[in-house]
């Protein structure tokens, strides 16, 4: 087993909040240590990363796993000297081939279960809704669940990144497609769960 230098499986898919943004180039380029560096970028970044490869895999251990995998690779990248010129886009780069890689090896591509949906509509804040608007919630959030099932991995990656911010371009290079492609996916996404939306 490799070294942890950063106390990486210690922290919990639980334990994971957005944080603020960070202008992670001038970490990398900052006179600090690279374990340093790394962590803050770790820090800011690790729940974002997990939250796709969730999306990706529906299991919280493989999306650990996975971006365990992701961040090992960039210490071991920056421990050769190489330059990282936008490090949230390498990361998940890295972490979307790491997930195809493993995904090919797996022959498995899942969507959320049952059991964590349950587990992320508990989580919701308790907004004061009225026993009515309570219902309507959750068959809402049943609705999207439903939907969501029905996107391809693609269509799910795609929809993912876009909602994390990525412009297309973007999209297109970490998911190693063109840019028309990454535009028909989202479209196909839209439809999908607005066809389930009006079921």
Same mark, same amino acid.
């Given at each position: 087993?490799?070294?942890?230098?950063?106390?990486?499986?210690?922290?919990?898919?639980?334990?994971?909040?957005?944080?603020?943004?960070?202008? @992670?180039?001038?970490?990398?380029?900052?006179?600090?240590?690279?374990?340093?560096?790394?962590?803050?970028?770790?820090?800011?970044?690790? *729940?974002? $990363?997990?939250?796709?490869?969730?999306?990706?895999?529906?299991?919280?251990?493989?999306?650990?796993?996975?971006?365990?995998?992701?961040?090992?690779?960039?210490?071991?990248?920056?421990?050769?000297?190489?330059?990282?010129?936008?490090?949230?886009?390498?990361?998940?780069?890295? *972490?979307?081939?790491?997930? $195809?890689?493993?995904?090919?090896?797996?022959?498995?591509?899942?969507?959320?279960?049952?059991?964590?949906?349950?587990?992320?509509?508990? *989580?919701?804040?308790?907004?004061?809704?009225?026993?009515?608007? @309570?219902?309507?919630?959750?068959?809402?959030?049943?609705?999207?669940?439903?939907?969501?099932?029905?996107?391809?991995?693609?269509?799910?990656?795609? @929809?993912?990144?876009?909602?994390?911010?990525?412009?297309?371009?973007?999209?297109?290079?970490?998911?190693?497609?063109?840019?028309?492609? $990454?535009?028909?996916?989202?479209?196909?996404?839209?439809?999908?769960?607005?066809?389930?939306?009006? *079921?």
């Amino acid at each position: 087993m490799l070294p942890d230098p950063f106390n990486l499986r210690s922290k919990s898919a639980a334990e994971s909040e957005r944080f603020p943004q960070v202008d @992670l180039l001038s970490l990398m380029t900052e006179s600090t240590s690279l374990d340093e560096q790394i962590g803050e970028i770790f820090t800011a970044l690790r *729940a974002q $990363v997990f939250n796709y490869l969730l999306s990706v895999f529906g299991d919280p251990n493989e999306a650990e796993d996975v971006t365990q995998d992701a961040f090992l690779q960039l210490y071991r990248t920056r421990l050769k000297g190489q330059e990282i010129q936008n490090p949230r886009f390498w990361i998940f780069r890295v *972490a979307h081939n790491l997930a $195809v890689n493993r995904g090919r090896r797996a022959q498995f591509v899942s969507t959320l279960p049952m059991e964590t949906w349950d587990q992320l509509e508990k *989580a919701l804040p308790d907004t004061g809704l009225n026993p009515e608007q @309570l219902t309507l919630k959750r068959e809402q959030f049943a609705r999207l669940f439903h939907g969501l099932k029905r996107l391809t991995l693609n269509e799910r990656q795609c @929809l993912y990144l876009r909602a994390e911010g990525f412009r297309y371009r973007e999209i297109a290079e970490i998911m190693n497609i063109g840019v028309p492609t $990454v535009g028909e996916y989202l479209r196909r996404s839209i439809d999908k769960l607005g066809d389930q939306g009006s *079921a």
